[in-house]
């Protein structure tokens, strides 16, 4: 082991160290593993005004920007991110998407779930581990905050001296997003208000920030006169300059508030190579389908023809959106001039409404030969998700099983770790639905719901079957793509189906060879999608729609299991509900 027989010398200890010292390496004088780094960040959250599609509204900062800064890590090291709001009226709190919080299930920054908010004009410490190298995400877990620009990405790299399965020349980040011009508070007083009053589409398509809307379309006039302004630095396309004959590593997640997307490079093939931070065996795609919550690796290797760019674009699946323009950037062949248009026009996207080329790429995500986690080969508990929409004394609601999810005043976390039995519903909401009986392809006469803030506990390291079940909503002929996102833990994708999942038959076509394991998936229209995973992490988990306004409205639920063996609580968290007579500045 590298430099044991030099601590084996007393006499040496003190020379060792200096030398480790001297080197940037903290290890342990019996020669164990090397220490993993603490990464320390300090943010500033606040409102700024920002035109990233040309059209200037408030959005939120982190420290200036928007997407935030960039998290970069390798596999072990620790993050604390002292997290200041300036937001002056309004609370925050951050989740870190795709790492599972081992061991600091407060951190995981999900208001409601596992921490009381953080007020206006205080700080706070996230501090947690990165256990496993891959492309994650960080973004706003309060209200509808996510889509008014808080959230940026996480990457974390393997340990020095491991390598991956695949190799490349250089390392680039794209987030995509869709943008809307009403505030989350108009979006939000619709979404609750009688008579219901959608969101609508998106006005734009963000790439890594930047969109373009078109000013000459604004339906009122404004009183300033720069409210749009076409030539604003702020909206100018992303620009990603290759050289030529290299080989790029794509990191392209998705942060939409409603929107699935579809991604390509125009003349570019893209080899994913990554999903949800898990390798996935290669597999060959022009069009690159995400659902809002994903995160994928794709290689691509700048071989057209130099002399020209070419198109990057984003554009809406699963929703028609005729009026949402494409998200453009562009594709720079090194030395040409980055501001040279391609020219071409840019490429057409799928057609919004074929679903056979979404449902193919998740069928072609396996786990790669080499690491895969081979799941257990049966579960001790299975629940059926049906997703529906419905009425819930007038308002418009997403359910589970017919139950609407609300969140209660006191986090779930604190107070199943206290034992406040009453500060939320002790019926455990139903695991199933009427599958005999219910037919998922028309809209139901009965469409009353109820509306719970139960969890789901689950026994400490069962095995778990989810099984999201689609249907029509309460408009005709029409079942939307749900992204169902799962904190605290990763999942294996066992399968996907079309129609009424068959409890009988279906589990006998599982992939249970090598299913790739991820933390967020998408439910077709009118399909299945299987799920399994291992309650082993102690904690109150959020198992939800990853659409913004759909959360909003209830679509989602809550796990809890291994609460006993969960650590003390840090008093930072606490201070809402009933936990303000457990709070220990």
């Keep these: 082991?590298?430099?044991?027989?030099?601590?084996?010398?007393?006499?040496?200890?003190?020379?060792?160290?200096?030398?480790?010292?001297?080197?940037?390496?903290?290890?342990?004088?019996?020669?164990?593993?090397?220490?993993?780094?603490?990464?320390?960040?300090?943010?500033?959250?606040?409102?700024?005004?920002?035109?990233p599609d040309c059209l200037k509204k408030l959005v939120i900062t982190i420290n200036g920007g928007t997407p935030g800064p960039t998290i970069t890590a390798q596999q072990n090291d620790t993050i604390i991110v002292e997290l200041t709001n300036g937001l002056l009226t309004e609370n925050v709190a951050i989740h870190w998407h795709g790492i599972r919080q081992i061991g600091t299930p407060w951190f995981?920054?999900?208001?409601?779930?596992?921490?009381?908010?953080?007020l206006p004009g205080t700080t706070f410490k996230y501090?947690?581990?990165?256990?496993?190298?891959?492309?994650?995400?960080?973004?706003?877990?309060?209200?509808?905050?996510?889509?008014?620009?808080?959230?940026?990405?996480i990457i974390v790299g393997l340990p020095d001296g491991k390598s991956e399965p695949f190799t490349y020349d250089y390392d680039r980040n794209i987030i995509l997003n869709d943008w809307y011009h009403k505030s989350t508070y108009e979006q939000a007083a619709g979404l609750s208000a009688i008579p219901f009053q959608w969101v609508g589409e998106p006005q734009s398509l963000l790439i890594h920030g930047r969109g373009k809307f078109n000013c000459s379309t604004l339906t009122t006039p404004s009183l300033d006169a720069g409210i749009c302004n076409a030539t604003n630095p702020d909206c100018e396309p992303f620009r990603l300059i290759a050289v030529p004959g290299k080989t790029y590593r794509l990191r392209i997640s998705s942060l939409t508030a409603l929107s699935a997307l579809s991604f390509q490079i125009e003349g570019h093939n893209m080899t994913v190579v990554e999903a949800d931070g898990h390798y996935a065996e290669p597999f060959v795609v022009?069009?690159?389908?995400?659902?809002?919550?994903?995160?994928?690796?794709?290689?691509?290797?700048?071989?057209?023809?130099p002399t020209?760019?070419?198109?990057?674009?984003?554009?809406?699946?699963?929703?028609?959106?005729?009026?949402?323009?494409?998200?453009l950037g562009v594709f720079v062949y090194y030395p040409n001039h980055p501001r040279r248009s391609p020219p071409t026009t840019p490429p057409p996207p799928p057609l919004w409404n074929n679903t056979d080329p979404r449902l193919a790429q998740s069928h072609a995500i396996k786990a790669r030969q080499g690491y895969i986690h081979t799941p257990p080969s049966r579960s001790d508990r299975v629940i059926v998700f049906l997703n529906t929409q419905n009425?819930?004394?007038?308002?418009?609601?997403?359910?589970?099983?017919?139950?609407?999810?609300?969140?209660?005043h006191t986090p779930y976390l604190i107070a199943l770790k206290e034992n406040l039995t009453h500060v939320f519903d002790q019926t455990p909401p139903p695991d199933g639905y009427d599958f005999q009986n219910y037919d998922i392809r028309i809209v139901q006469e009965n469409r009353n719901a109820t509306s719970s803030n139960g969890v789901y506990r689950l026994n400490f390291n069962s095995t778990v079957d989810i099984i999201l079940q689609n249907a029509n909503s309460m408009s005709l002929s029409t079942s939307e793509t749900h992204p169902w996102h799962l904190h605290g833990h990763d999942f294996w994708v066992l399968g996907y189906g079309e129609g009424k999942f068959d409890v009988f038959n279906d589990p006998k076509n599982y992939n249970l060879v090598n299913p790739i394991m991820k933390n967020t998936v998408p439910v077709h229209p009118y399909g299945w999608t299987a799920l399994r995973f291992r309650a082993d992490n102690p904690g109150a988990w959020a198992f939800h729609c990853h659409?913004?306004?759909?959360?909003?409205?209830?679509?989602?639920?809550?796990?809890?299991?291994?609460?006993?063996?969960?650590?003390?609580?840090?008093?930072?968290?606490?201070?809402c509900g009933e936990t303000q007579g457990l709070y220990r500045p």
């Design 391 to 408: 009425t819930i004394n007038g308002n418009v609601r997403w359910s589970v099983n017919n139950v609407s999810f609300a969140l209660p």
């Design 1 to 51: 082991m590298l430099f044991s027989n030099m601590v084996l010398i007393p006499k040496c200890k003190s020379r060792v160290i200096l030398f480790l010292w001297l080197l940037g390496i903290t290890a342990l004088l019996n020669g164990s593993a090397v220490e993993a780094r603490i990464r320390r960040y300090k943010w500033d959250v606040k409102y700024e005004y920002k035109s």
């Design 547 to 575: 659409i913004e306004s759909h959360f909003y409205m209830g679509m989602g639920v809550v796990f809890a299991e291994g609460i006993d063996k969960v650590g003390k609580l840090p008093s930072s968290v606490m201070g």
């Design 127 to 153: 501090q947690f581990v990165v256990d496993r190298a891959g492309t994650y995400l960080y973004h706003a877990h309060y209200g509808m905050q996510r889509e008014a620009g808080l959230y940026g990405s």
């Design 286 to 305: 022009q069009n690159l389908f995400l659902y809002s919550g994903e995160t994928y690796s794709v290689l691509v290797k700048a071989d057209q023809d």
């Design 308 to 327: 020209r760019n070419y198109w990057i674009t984003s554009n809406i699946v699963g929703r028609s959106a005729p009026n949402t323009p494409p998200g």
């Design 108 to 118: 995981d920054g999900t208001e409601g779930v596992t921490q009381c908010p953080i």
